[in-house]
């Protein structure tokens, strides 16, 4: 029987059992922990409810990448950063096994790049997210995905917090502990992004009203008109 998994693509922070239950109490079925510092990851062991795959988030020509090699050992993962150039680094990767997903910038906002994604190799998608008062469809990176065929996938992202996780995470068909099924789905172009954000006050708003039943009120006899006799006409 398919499996399919609700995976958020990007946990930012670096304690391992927090994300954890942070994913867990989102009701997600797995994520992805993204460090910068290659030698936390390789020192990232499993802590917490919910299986997390440590992955490797990097810049390359302003350009932020969420990367996940088979492993995470660190000498996998340092050739990547000899590399100059976006294309190189993506075919590293693809040679590796491994995939490359786009997690940063082409958003609304201050302080937030908004330099257009190039054309790229492979299928992997981009992640696709907020972290203010708005709604994922407002984010240009859905303009990107349109011109460059990149998959649209959802996660928290580097400018979320551990409060914000489980409101956009993506869709997978895949085993939540499988790091392999995962990698290989990315890069076969599969995965759904997804908003969970639900506003508590309108759903209670748009819920139906029950409709009180009116009571009626029972009627009684008539008063009889005047110079009427119930009991008939007077005969003579």
């Excluded at 299986?51 to 996940?68: K, N, Q, R, Y």
């Excluded at 502990?177 to 209670?204: F, H, M, P, W, Y």
Aim: hydrophobic share 35%.
């Amino acid at each position: 029987m398919p499996v399919n998994s609700l995976i958020d693509l990007f946990v930012p922070t670096l304690d391992a059992h927090d994300a954890s239950v942070c994913v867990a109490m989102a009701g997600l079925d797995s994520g992805v922990l993204a460090f910068s510092d290659l030698d936390a990851l390789e020192a990232y062991e499993p802590s917490g409810p919910t299986p997390m795959h440590a992955g490797f988030h990097m810049e390359v020509e302003g350009i932020s990448l969420l990367v996940l090699l088979p492993t995470c050992d660190a000498e996998e993962y340092t050739p990547l950063l000899k590399l100059d150039g976006l294309e190189p680094v993506m075919n590293a990767v693809l040679s590796r096994n491994g995939c490359a997903i786009i997690v940063g910038g082409r958003m609304a906002g201050d302080e937030v790049s908004s330099t257009p994604v190039p054309s790229l190799p492979g299928r992997a998608g981009r992640l696709v997210h907020m972290v203010w008062g708005s709604l994922l469809a407002r984010d240009l990176s859905f303009e990107d995905t349109a011109l460059t065929g990149l998959r649209l996938l959802g996660g928290t992202g580097p400018e979320g917090t551990l409060e914000t996780v489980g409101q956009y995470a993506t869709l997978l068909p895949v085993d939540p502990k499988d790091r392999g099924a995962l990698i290989a789905a990315l890069n076969e172009g599969l995965g759904i992004g997804v908003e969970r954000a639900v506003n508590a006050t309108q759903s209670e708003s748009q819920e139906p009203k029950k409709r009180r039943r009116r009571r009626r009120r029972k009627r009684g006899p008539k008063p009889p008109e005047e110079g009427s006799s119930s009991g008939g006409e007077d005969q003579e």
